[in-house]
């Protein structure tokens, strides 16, 4: 069985500064991994996925991931905070040939001026 | 290309009846996802549809059910609506392809009261 950690549920930061969003995942085989963003009253939009490859993705918006199968993690980043960023971030784990997603709890980012 | 689209965006109905939503996926996609999101318990996954049939199925009572049409759209029904089937519900499509993503629509903004 899959599942995904997000530790905290709130993270806020100042507008400039580093974003870093974490996750940490449990797969009992290699799994791929998704980072969505959702803004209120909205669906999830991808901002970046991990299949195979490369460890280190970037995303959309200026947000990238790295992969550290040594510590399940798949941790979000972005280096400079944006007032548009301020969203609820959702980390999400597939097996391989399926379709269904696990989801963590989430993290919601508020970006302070 | 068209996103996932999902109808309607809102909806309010009376406990004990049953309700049914609409969705409609990217056009070529043949995989059809569909989950609830809560406050509570986040987001969870209830069934995906592929070429018709129910390929996977989450934990959810019997009153959740679902179909797929042959041109890919799906219903999902909720019958004898309850206060905690109070929720945003989201579909997904996706490709038959390994390594891609699932797209959301906005979802449906169900209110039990």
């Known amino acids: 069985a899959q599942s995904v950690t997000q530790l905290g549920s709130h993270v806020s930061v100042s507008e400039g500064a580093l974003v870093l969003l974490r996750c940490n995942y449990s797969s009992s085989v290699p799994p791929y991994l998704f980072w969505y963003v959702q803004y209120p009253n909205q669906g999830l939009q991808l901002l970046l996925k991990y299949t195979t490859g490369a460890t280190l993705v970037k995303g959309i918006n200026g947000f990238e991931a790295e992969f550290k199968k040594s510590e399940t993690s798949f941790h979000l980043t972005k280096p400079s905070a944006h007032m548009s960023d301020a969203a609820e971030y959702f980390c999400?784990?597939?097996?391989?040939?399926?379709?269904?997603?696990?989801f963590g709890q989430g993290t919601r980012l508020t970006i302070n001026p | 290309k068209a996103g996932v689209t999902q109808t309607p965006r809102y909806l309010i109905k009376t406990r004990g009846q049953q309700v049914t939503l609409s969705c409609s996926p990217i056009?070529?996609?043949?995989?059809v996802s569909w989950y609830q999101q809560t406050p509570g318990q986040g987001l969870q996954f209830l069934f995906e549809?592929?070429?018709?049939?129910?390929?996977n199925k989450g934990n959810f009572p019997g009153r959740f059910s679902g179909r797929q049409f042959s041109n890919s759209r799906s219903e999902m029904n909720v019958s004898t609506l309850e206060l905690g089937d109070s929720a945003l519900y989201l579909c997904?499509?996706?490709?038959?392809?390994?390594?891609?993503?699932?797209?959301f629509g906005q979802g449906t903004r169900l209110t039990v009261v």
């Open positions: 549809y592929f070429s018709e049939t129910q390929r």
């Open positions: 999400a784990v597939r097996v391989p040939g399926a379709q269904k997603l696990v």
């Open positions: 056009s070529g996609h043949r995989s």
């Open positions: 997904a499509s996706s490709s038959t392809d390994t390594n891609t993503e699932a797209f």
